[in-house]
């Protein structure tokens, strides 16, 4: 299967907040590019929601705030070491190419899936 993202995608992992649902909702970034980021989540968002991610890729880094479109939500399956319960995937408004050399000296390429 051939990968059609426009933006390379990096596994990274780091806390996130997103805002724009009744509360915010914590969660960890499981893999992010230029145009997205899929996190893993202890509440829901509904899709098409428009969002804001809140992140610091490093301690040292700092704040970053990009504005989002929730386009997938997919719950915890039955796997009892899934601690979250959603996976969420958000695709940024605007494309977020500073983030590009951020992400990939933080982390390397995804393994094939």
């Not at 145009?35 to 700092?62: K, M, N, Q, Y």
Request: hydrophobic share 40%; charged share 25%; aromatic share 8%.
């Amino acid at each position: 299967m051939n990968d059609k993202r426009t933006y390379p995608r990096f596994s990274l992992w780091f806390p996130v907040v997103v805002e724009g649902s009744a509360s915010p909702v914590w969660a960890i970034c499981h893999d992010a590019s230029s145009g997205g980021i899929l996190i893993s989540g202890a509440g829901a968002v509904e899709v098409g929601a428009e969002v804001t991610i809140a992140f610091r890729v490093a301690p040292d880094d700092e704040e970053r705030v990009a504005r989002g479109r929730v386009v997938r939500i997919e719950e915890r399956g039955d796997n009892p070491r899934e601690v979250w319960s959603h996976r969420i995937a958000v695709e940024f408004l605007e494309p977020q190419l500073e983030l590009q050399s951020l992400f990939q000296t933080r982390s390397s390429p995804p393994p094939p899936q």
